[in-house]
């Protein structure tokens, strides 16, 4: 998995890309985003665009993350979440806790 | 054990994370020559990572000294995929149901989950003289 961050009117962007199973690539997204959290920075949208498939373990750092913002005053948001994620948000009913938009566009603006 | 075996069908790794994209290449590398469509690929590479996560850090408890096997097994009519490591084995039974209120926000706990909702059937075959075996079967759609 590779990763790149970005800000937009003051929220965090990050692009992970490639697959999220565990080991250090998880690792990787995990500090990332509590860095973020550390630095102040409590908007972020996780762009799974280019994401090919995660399995438990980036659910989990997901929910790290947005457990984190939220205890924090924050919130995490997830756009462009492709077919296969979103069928494994579904199965293990995470689908009801994120919220997911079709675009970044979309996931920044609802922040205002 | 610090080094990965490599045969026709099979592979073996040390009981570290750092071994999961080599597992998930070896896989995805053997899983593409049989042309499955890009959904069951994922559903089978997600799965062995989960299985393969398993045994490293609860089956083998992260020791250096133990492994983890994988052996792929296909025909006509399904994928068979086989992950067993060196540990004490567990209770089936006392798995916490992931998706109940008081567990949703967990961070870990889903795998055997979420496993056993993208493979057609998954068995655990826990070896007497110690280690466990996952199993897991995937048919092949009829491509007519």
Redesign the interface.
Known sequence: MKLTTREDKGIVILEPKG?I?????ATLLHDKLHEFISQGKKKVVIDLAKV??????G???L??GL?TMRNNGGELKLANVTE?IQS?LT????I??FETFESVDQAVGSFN | MTKVIRRKNQIIIPSS?????KV?DFVEGKLRKLKLDK?QL?DL??SV??AV?NAIVHGNKKDPEKKVTLRLICDKSCICIEVEDEGKGFDLNSLPC??TEEN????????I??VR?LMDKVDFIFKPEGGTIVRLTKYLKNKE
């Open positions: 697959k199973m565990g080991g250090p690539d090919d498939w995660m399995n438990s373990t659910l989990g750092i929910i790290s457990t296969k494994l199965i293990t009913k995470l009801t806790v | 994370q750092l071994y999961l994209a998930d959904n994922a590479a997600i990572t989960e996560n992931p998706i949703l926000l967990k961070e870990v706990g889903r795998g989950f979420i909702s």
